[in-house]
């Protein structure tokens, strides 16, 4: 071996000890969780979960930082942008990690290079939910009722990967509905609950409770299969919408170049946390399937949805410069 491969594999092995001595000693310090959505959606839900039993094992602060905006593309920036030491964490979804490579012409991060996968918390569907004042009883009545209205109802979307969700849905059904925007899931819900929109995709865990109480009115799940919290719900394929399946995640990611000892302590951490029995029963109560998959199936999640949503965001012509 000449001098120079000497010298390169010391740099490697170096490197490799000193992130091994760093995760021995990790967390020393708060640990920020960055959630690119306002309170009471679901991955603030899912944040604050998982951060809170963090920091009961590890004996240091895990804090949420909420900075929404951008459909998350603000939070999503800057833990791209943040100390690779494992100290802030970005918890994001499809919307800032599939579906925004697709529609924005300019992105200030890529969702595959600048971060590396940690684990996926959970999976979910969305709910079709309308106001009750809607005169449709089921997802047909309601198609029917959208053709009627042709290009007289409104949706609001809480970020791009249910205004995809929703485009999706009319381009199989035929509808015409008019998109409106909105910061986070919550005030997606509240707008329909208002009567400025008529109806929303949304993750379960911010429409479940208004559904049981009656101020929401849900007609379908997203998913291929019903969902066990909600057996009398049935799936938007089997409700009239024939085909359709699309569900949401929500995953841990790390800044690109975090040591992979760290990466790895993390991983651990969150599948212990996904399996404990009382997060597990908070997170299915919620219609949230617990997972914990490892970095490389987290990756392969996200090469595998950007290649699936690329024609539909294509046919909407969905775009943002």
Known sequence: MNSAMRCAAWVVIASLLAGMSFAQTYPSKPIRLIVGFPPGGGNDVVARLVGAKMQEAWGQPVVVDNKPGGNSIIATEFVAKSAPDGYTLLVNANGGMTINPLIYAKLPYDSQRDFVPISTVGIFPMLFVINPSIPAGSLQEFIAYARVNRGKLNYSA????????????????????????????????????????????????????????????????????????????????????????????????????????????????????????????????????????????????????????????????????
């Open 158 to 321: 809480g970020s791009t990967a249910f205004h995809v969700a929703t485009e999706m849905f009319k381009q199989i059904t035929g509808t015409d509905i008019r998109h409106v925007p909105y910061k986070g899931s919550a005030q997606s819900v509240q707008a329909v609950l208002a009567g400025d929109t008529q109806m929303t995709l949304v993750d379960s865990t911010a429409a479940v409770p208004l559904v049981k109480s009656g101020r929401l009115k849900a007609l379908a799940v997203t998913s291929a299969q019903r969902v066990g919290s909600m057996p009398e719900l049935p799936t938007m394929s089997e409700a009239g919408a024939p085909g359709y399946e699309m569900t949401l995640w929500v995953s841990f990611f790390a800044p690109a170049g975090t040591p992979g000892a760290i990466v790895s302590k993390l991983n651990a951490e969150i599948v212990r946390i996904v399996h404990l029995p009382d997060i597990q029963e908070k997170l299915l109560a919620s219609g949230v399937e617990p997972l914990g998959n490892s970095s490389e199936q987290l990756a392969a999640m996200i090469s595998s949805e950007i290649a699936r949503y690329r024609p539909v965001v294509q046919a909407a012509n969905i775009k943002v410069d």
